[in-house]
């Protein structure tokens, strides 16, 4: 009975002193937090998202599409263990809100030109849930084309997705350079 009550102790002393992970939204700092995928600064702009695993890992993404590209990359789903939160900037406050709980609006004009916008409701204009947005993004259905001709940009994907050679992304992951 003795080692019971010794192991319970034990037990309950490991458990009592496990951290817990804060997945509560953070604040970016707007000098040094970088998309995780474009290696862009992050801006002031409410299109901001980042995602919380369950260590406490911060990734940040300036643009939903960005956060869209690295969840079809398997490295995400290594890196997000099997606890994760996910939060974006509602379009019109700012606000952090549950970006699986979010709805989206298409035509934004937004970092990445995915043109994405959350909002915490669904209304006429917010009409997409996450994961339809996900796969919107998937199928090219995006505003990339037209935000890459306007600053002059060039992709090898003619879907407008971020796809680079080999080695030749400068650090981003861009979903085409293995």
């Known amino acids: ?23 509560s939204p953070k604040k970016p700092n707007f000098d040094r937090d970088v998309c995780h995928v474009c290696k862009m600064g ?25 956060l869209a590209e690295d969840i079809r990359d398997e490295d995400f789903n290594t890196w997000k263990g099997t606890k994760y939160k996910i939060w974006i900037q509602d379009a019109e406050t700012g606000a952090w ?36 947005v996900l796969k919107r993004i998937a199928e090219g259905k995006t505003k990339r084309a037209e935000f890459i001709k306007k600053k002059k940009m060039s992709v090898s994907g003619g879907d407008g997705s971020m796809k680079c050679a080999p080695g030749k992304c400068g650090g981003g992951k861009c979903g085409g350079g293995k």
């Open 97 to 132: 809100i549950d970006a699986e709980k979010a709805w989206y609006r298409f035509g934004d004009e937004t970092p990445m030109g995915y043109g994405y916008g959350a909002l915490k409701s669904k209304s006429e204009q917010a009409g997409y849930d996450f994961k339809a």
């Open 42 to 66: 992050l801006t002031d702009l409410p299109y901001n998202v980042q995602a919380i695993n369950e260590r406490g890992q911060v990734r940040w993404y300036d643009d939903l599409g960005c």
């Open 1 to 23: 009975m003795k080692k019971f009550i010794v192991a319970l102790a034990v037990l309950f002393l490991v458990i009592s002193c496990r951290k817990e992970t804060d997945f």
